[in-house]
């Protein structure tokens, strides 16, 4: 049995939230330049924006160990294709996703004071992570 704290759950699904609004953006913006993985269904088929489409944008937390970035939230940007994906497109759809990122935690997180760095290979969501008072 695992046991989780409410207001992680709550934050985790805010977040997953933003994740859906990313990923709906980039299969809108890129779903047609490369096909996608044959056992995967059209974007939206789904109830699980990681189960469908051309993009899987999702977020797990780290405790930071041997990290420079500490403790956060990293970033997975896949894309679900059998082709090759050429390298500079697959910069201009991180970086896309990494801008809109950065633009949408303010919003979702009002008060918060969070970043999206890169931390090694890896992009992460750091900063004011806490729960508040539990």
Known sequence: ????????????ARLREVLARIDAELERDFG???????????HGATS?????????VGAAFSAGF????????????????LSRVPAALRH?????A????R???????????????RDGDAWKIVGDLGLGRA
């Open 103 to 117: 633009a949408a935690l303010p919003a979702a997180f009002p008060g918060r004071r969070l970043e999206v760095v």
């Open 98 to 101: 990494i801008a809109r990122l």
């Open 66 to 81: 041997g990290s420079a970035g500490g403790p956060g939230y990293v970033v997975d940007f896949r894309i679900a294709t």
């Open 92 to 96: 201009e759809i991180e970086d896309r």
């Open 48 to 56: 699980q924006p990681e189960s469908d489409g051309l993009f899987d």
């Open 1 to 12: 049995m695992s046991l989780r704290h409410p207001r992680a759950e709550a934050w985790e």
């Open 32 to 42: 047609s330049r490369l096909p996608r993985h044959p056992v995967r269904p059209r």
